[in-house]
């Protein structure tokens, strides 16, 4: 059937100075670099590491989504 698909989930844990949105793009774009088709993403967790005071880092717990690809596509 044509619209029938499967998908893996891949776990990733983004890290950005910057914030929380730079540390799942840091994610996304370094797992495009070695997974295929990357359809969607899920932020799991949120965590960041603080030091008198301020916010000096962000970190992001997330799972990638990809369909996996039809033997001999």
């Known amino acids: 059937m044509q619209g029938d698909h499967?998908?893996?989930k891949v776990e990733l844990v983004g890290s950005s100075?910057?914030?929380?949105?730079d540390a799942i793009k840091t994610?996304?774009?370094?797992?495009?670099?070695?997974i295929r088709g990357l359809d969607w993403f899920?932020?799991?967790?949120i965590?960041?590491?603080?030091?008198e005071g301020e916010i000096?880092?962000?970190q992001v717990a997330l799972q990638v989504g990809f369909r996996l690809e039809e033997?001999?596509?």
């Open 17 to 21: 100075r910057i914030g929380v949105d």
């Open 6 to 8: 499967v998908y893996k």
């Open 42 to 45: 899920e932020v799991k967790e």
């Open 27 to 34: 994610a996304i774009g370094r797992a495009s670099k070695t």
């Open 56 to 58: 000096q880092h962000f």
């Open 71 to 73: 033997p001999g596509a």
């Open 47 to 51: 965590r960041g590491w603080i030091k």
